[in-house]
């Protein structure tokens, strides 16, 4: 069976290994491949599953995109505990070792910038969400509170929708004035389209998805700077997630090189 070479980042040379027990693709520690001033850390992948035209189905499967895509964030969340990696973009898949050589010789300007920019930085996420309360179904409310006239219905219809208007409202005031002051604290600041609920199944309408570029000795501070900025407000929910390695701002600093058939 053809191997090929699955790139999930990219750091400089660093002391030390991985931590013990992240496993790659395979199954097996990721192997970290030097060349020149940069280290492509890898994992043979069969190319039944990662040649071009397999892996355009396969990205197309919910669950082995999921799968795929939870392995590739556990071995860059790993390599983050021990350097500071350029995260690459999910599924870049070389020939060879040769081919990798040439995927960092062809991006070594564009790594070794992005290195320097990334070293000794991680990332913050913080969402917001309005969490109106949910519309009754009719089966929820109780007889004997059923309105008595069609504009006791009215009424209560307008008063709920006004109250969820408001939540919104306070929500995206909220998530403007978080993100101005958490603006302020990082060192980058990048503004993700909204996540749709429907697809991440988390509760409430996402209105912030943003991700800040932090120091590490700073991430404390930027914590408490969250938790002082979070309003105690039932209908607004505030999340921090991280620190994670930084693909906000890693950018595409290197051209894949797609494997072929």
């Not at 179904?137 to 008063?159: K, M, W």
Request: glycine share 6%.
């Amino acid at each position: 069976m053809n191997e090929l070479r699955y790139v999930y980042a990219v750091t400089r040379p660093f002391d030390g290994v991985p931590p013990e027990g992240v496993r790659g693709l395979d199954g097996e520690p990721p192997r970290l491949l030097h060349h020149r001033d940069l280290v492509a850390v890898v994992s043979p992948v069969p190319a039944e599953d990662f040649a071009e035209a397999p892996l355009k189905r396969h990205l197309e499967s919910l669950d082995w995109l999921s799968a795929t895509a939870r392995t590739h964030e556990a071995v860059v969340g790993a390599l983050t505990a021990v350097t500071s990696p350029v995260p690459l973009r999910l599924a870049t898949v070389c020939v060879d070792d040769s081919g990798v050589r040439r995927l960092l010789d062809a991006g070594h300007d564009r790594f070794v910038q992005t290195l320097e920019r990334l070293e000794g930085r991680v990332e913050w996420g913080v969402k917001v969400y309005a969490d109106p309360e949910p519309e009754p179904q009719p089966a929820e409310v109780p007889q004997v509170q059923a309105p008595a006239t069609g504009r006791d219905y009215l009424r209560r219809r307008l008063s709920r929708r006004q109250a969820r208007e408001s939540v919104w409202e306070r929500a995206e005031t909220m998530s403007r004035t978080l993100h101005a002051e958490l603006s302020l604290c990082a060192e980058a600041a990048v503004l993700h389209r909204p996540q749709d609920s429907r697809l991440s199944e988390t509760p409430g309408q996402n209105i912030l998805n943003a991700a800040y570029l932090v120091s590490r000795e700073r991430g404390e501070a930027f914590v408490a700077e969250v938790g002082r900025l979070t309003p105690k407000d039932p209908g607004v929910r505030v999340e921090l997630t991280g620190p994670w390695a930084p693909y906000s701002f890693a950018g595409h600093a290197g051209q894949e090189e797609t494997a072929g058939p």
